[in-house]
């Protein structure tokens, strides 16, 4: 970010489209990443959509194509996306200030969360991985009919997110070292 | 009582939060729940004592699998050491750790997790159900003893012990499933009252046994307890002495009034048990180390307990139960002092010590009070066990009873001796080693201690209490005709008789003993050991590494296209055998049911041909995804949308996944220098495969004979789980357990593939110099990132 856009006899020509700005969240980026403004746009729209569009399968999944493996998927890829456009620093997200998630610990919870679905009908006397349909009357949308194995399904939905996030992680660690030392960059 | 099983469980997994705030509250709260525990116990006794308290929850019906649970005589002793003696080490952790120390949240989640594992353990009706807790302990115990894992000491110690135990464990999983199927249940209460029998019994008992001894470390599995020391000490207190290595002895107990008749079951628990006793003596007369002085104590007892629960008879029985509450009485305020010393001093080692008995009567009195427990003095509840214990083999007469009476005075010889040698060498003046000026011992410390302590006096002088229960527990032996076996009670006083005598040369032989202590470690050092049990576990832990090398350097050639072609062989020759035999080519196949299946099949068959011809990675990772993409809209043609969501989604991922790890490799393959001839077997073998994964698929598909059964009711049964998509319906609710099972997978292939990956990255290149070798801490920083 030393040379200004407005200066082209100074810059690279690899920079020259290089933003200045921030264009994606949360903004930061390895000072060694090529950035592409190209990218970075179509990433900023697309991410938000890709992310809500997955969480239509998960829900969806009860009737027609999708559920919880689909969608993470989606959601997954959303994250290749980003990962692509911006490097791999913001691969855990901070919830909050104290709790940083972890892929790991994604996948922990997503498994966590299955289990307990799975476990939880003991409570109530029923069977191991029995599933209630629960029929909540919501105002202006009507009655909506809430089956417990969802929950199954939202664990399936994180654990995939966190495996994606994972390989991700351990597949790309490095990636900008390895372009350094390869002399990729000048 | 699987509520109060799961809430030690959800309570440790709560606790690190307390922790984080103080470690000494953290301990507190942990001490609540063993605490109430032990009253709800207390108000149940009578029934208990009666006709048995029981509570069954079906978990899995369909596979008949349930968390049975029962609190009878011996469960209720149990939940005295387990649960009583916890609160007591709760407290006494919370004044052994230090306010800063690292390993205290760790130590306070585990230690109430074991309580836990522990309660279910005893309190499990169901084998399975003790079966699951019994490992559950093994791990804990593994955790607990590691701690960190910085120190070498503790992860050998920790590696060790969780070997043995779990060797022994699953030989007793399959003891206990063929003793299940023998008795066509598996609850224990139903096993006990009806023993089956036959060969497939005695093969069940033996590998039963196993699990017991090993558990509680008898010969010649006796070597992980005292490496086991390396725990802090409210560890070894808690695990090692009180409760999870009685477990062994708790599980002999449960079932020798079924088996105590059989000569399978009596004559390796009483042989080995009388071995371990007179061993585990033997060696902690020279132990140096009062903790590891201690642990050979315990395994001493542990053996005595052996003998006497597996020999059967009502008095051993009683003996045993009464003996197994003054052990855990006496072991672990022993421990507590150990602990208490080694925190005010900093040694353990008997030669660094010296009068401190002078400076700290207190700590003494309280080590003097459990040790006369430990060596049988009235009016002690050790005496008033160890009386019962001579009485019912003196009363039994004939050779085995003399000789097991003899075996027992002799140990009872060494208990006194090593008892002596635990209080001489923690408290008295010795001649030539100066005495340290030490800090009191806080209260947190010595109270919890005293209270261990009291409670084998308070015991022993109100034994008949003591009697109430170990009648309960004796009532499951018939005593026949035997009228002073029917008759017998606990007491302090029999009057004059043989029992006494043998208590009385007991004491005196061991003071003796010890009075010669010079001359006892002469024979000590004299006595080389020629056969050494932890020798024999290191060789066989040796051995099998060796094995496992010369097996792997066998299997594992390092080539690719070797293993490909094992594979590839395997599947001709096995599945494709049965295919030319028994296959039948379906009439009915059509060459193609839809005009758009050409274009996408032979989309799929040129990309695959092109892979073949493909001299860049890059190309063909690109065909592969071509393959699959191609795929995926087959199944769409064929109307599988999910089915084709999924294999687009995956086939996409596989691609970014590829490109990862191809910015490691060569841009283009390697030239092939292989001959023609291995070219064109590879080819051939190659081809042979492909064809048969394509003619099997037709006709296995074409096998079926009828509608299948259960897809007609999935798709009747599916809005019913509130699932108009069936898939969904099938994934979530009809076959949930295996998508759980499945996903488990991927959490386990993630993780290896990170650590696979990353583990090789500290050898990378940085700032010109590649370095290779260990990775270093921010290496690892970077990994957790």
């Not at chain 2, 023998?182 to 008992?205: C, D, E, F, K």
């Amino acid at each position: 970010m030393t040379a200004s856009p407005n200066t082209p006899e100074r810059v690279p020509w690899k920079q020259w489209d290089e933003p200045s700005g921030q264009w994606m969240l949360p903004g930061e980026h390895p000072p060694t990443a090529e950035r592409t403004l190209l990218l970075e746009v179509v990433v900023r729209i697309l991410f938000p959509t890709v992310l809500v569009f997955s969480l239509y399968l998960l829900i969806v999944g009860h009737y027609g194509p999708g559920g919880g493996f689909s969608g993470g998927l989606v959601a997954g890829l959303a994250f290749v996306l980003r990962y692509i456009a911006g490097g791999g620093t913001d691969l855990g997200a901070r919830v909050g200030s104290r709790i940083r998630l972890r892929p790991p610990m994604l996948v922990g919870v997503g498994l966590s969360i299955a289990v307990l679905t799975a476990l939880a009908p003991t409570a109530f006397g029923a069977p191991v991985l029995a599933s209630a349909k629960l029929s909540v009357a919501v105002p202006v949308v009507g009655d909506v009919d809430l089956v417990t194995s969802l929950f199954l399904d939202v664990g399936v939905y994180l654990l995939i997110i966190g495996v994606v996030l994972d390989l991700l992680r351990s597949l790309g660690s490095g990636i900008e070292r390895d372009a350094q030392g390869a002399g990729e960059r000048s | 009582m699987l509520a109060l099983v799961v809430a030690h469980l959800v309570m440790a997994g709560l606790l690190p939060v307390v922790s984080a705030r103080s470690r000494r509250a953290a301990f507190g709260v942990a001490a609540v729940l063993p605490g109430a525990t032990l009253i709800w116990a207390l108000a149940n006794a009578r029934e208990a004592l009666g006709p048995g308290l029981e509570a069954t929850t079906g978990w899995a019906p369909a596979l008949g699998l349930e968390f049975s649970f029962r609190l009878d005589a011996l469960g209720l002793v149990m939940i005295i050491l387990v649960a009583g003696l916890g609160a007591l080490i709760f407290a006494y952790s919370a004044g052994y750790f230090g306010r800063k120390s690292r390993d205290a949240p760790r130590s306070a989640a585990l230690l109430l997790a074991f309580a836990g594992a522990m309660l279910g353990l005893v309190l499990a009706d169901d084998l399975l159900t003790l079966y699951v807790f019994w490992e559950l302990t093994s791990i804990a115990s593994f955790l607990l003893v590691g701690q960190s894992g910085e120190h070498r000491a503790n992860r050998r110690a920790a590696l060790q012990a969780v070997l043995v135990t779990v060797f022994g464990g699953l030989s007793m999983l399959m003891g206990i499933v063929l003793l299940g199927e023998a008795a066509g249940t598996y609850r224990i209460s139903q096993i006990v009252a009806a023993p089956p029998s036959g060969a497939m019994v005695t093969a069940a008992l033996v590998l039963i046994l196993l699990g017991a001894l090993t558990k509680s470390a008898q010969l010649p599995f006796h070597p992980w307890l005292p490496a086991a020391m390396a725990a802090p000490t409210p560890v070894s207190a808690y695990l090692h002495a009180a409760s999870m290595v009685k477990a062994g002895v708790y599980l002999v107990a449960r079932l020798s009034p079924a088996f105590a008749d059989r000569a399978v079951w009596w004559v390796p628990v009483v042989v080995l048990g009388l071995g371990t006793m007179l061993l585990g003596g033997w060696r902690a007369l020279q132990e140096i180390d009062l903790k590891r002085l201690l642990a050979f104590g315990t395994v001493s007892q542990l053996g005595f307990l052996m003998v006497l629960l597996g020999a059967g008879g009502r008095i051993a029985a009683m003996a045993g139960l009464t003996l197994l509450l003054a052990h855990g009485l006496f072991k672990a305020p022993l421990f507590m002092v150990v602990g208490t010393i080694d925190k005010i001093t900093g040694t353990r080692d008997i030669g660094e010590l010296s009068g401190l008995g002078r400076q700290l009567p207190a700590l003494a009195a309280v080590a003097g009070l459990a040790g006369m427990s430990m060596a049988g003095i009235p009016p002690l509840l050790g005496f008033v066990g160890k009386e019962a214990a001579f009485e019912a083999f003196l009363h039994e007469g004939g050779t085995r009873g003399w000789t097991v009476a003899l075996g027992l005075l002799a140990g009872s010889v060494l208990t006194a001796a090593y008892t002596a040698r635990f209080l001489w060498g923690a408290f008295a003046a010795k001649p030539g080693v100066e005495a340290r000026e030490v800090s009191r011992p806080t209260l947190a410390l010595t109270v919890p201690t005293w209270i261990a302590a009291l409670g084998g006096l308070a015991l022993g002088a109100g034994y008949p209490l003591v009697d109430a229960l170990a009648d309960g527990y004796a009532t499951a032996y018939p005593a026949g005709d035997d009228a002073l076996a029917a008759g017998y009670h606990l007491a302090l006083w029999h009057g004059l008789g043989l029992p006494l005598a043998f208590s009385a040369v007991a004491v005196l032989g061991g003071l003796a003993l010890h009075a010669r202590r010079t001359a006892v470690n002469v024979v000590h050092t004299r006595l080389r050991h020629p056969v050494s049990a932890q020798r024999g576990y290191e060789a066989v832990v040796a051995g099998l590494e060796r094995l496992a090398v010369r097996v792997t350097g066998r299997v594992q050639v390092g080539s690719l296209p070797t293993y490909l072609a094992i594979l590839l062989i395997t599947v001709l020759v096995l599945p494709g055998t049965a295919l030319l035999i028994g296959g039948q080519w379906p009439d009915d196949q059509m060459p193609f049911h839809s005009l758009i299946q050409l274009p996408l099949g032979l989309m799929v068959i040129i990309a695959a041909l092109a892979l073949v011809r493909a001299h860049r990675r890059f190309t063909a990772v690109l065909l592969v995804g071509a393959i699959g993409y191609g795929i995926g809209g087959l199944f769409i043609v064929d109307g599988a949308p999910d089915l084709a969501l999924a294999q687009f989604l995956v086939e996409t991922l596989t691609l970014v996944a590829f490109v990862f790890v191809l910015r490691r490799l060569p841009a283009h393959f390697a030239e092939n220098t292989s001959s023609s001839g291995t070219r064109i077997r590879k080819a051939l073998i190659a081809g042979a495969g492909g064809i048969l994964v394509a003619i099997a698929g037709v006709v296995l598909s074409g096998a079926r004979e009828a509608p299948p059964a259960t897809s007609a009711e999935f798709v009747r049964l599916a809005p019913e789980a509130g699932a108009t998509n069936v898939i969904s319906a099938i994934l979530v609710d009809f076959r949930a357990l295996d998508t759980v099972g499945e996903i488990t997978v991927l959490l386990i292939a993630a993780a290896g593939t990170a650590s696979l990956v990353l583990a090789t990255r500290h050898d990378r290149r940085r700032d010109g110099q590649v370095k290779s070798g260990s990775g270093s801490p921010e290496h690892e920083e970077e990994l957790l990132r």
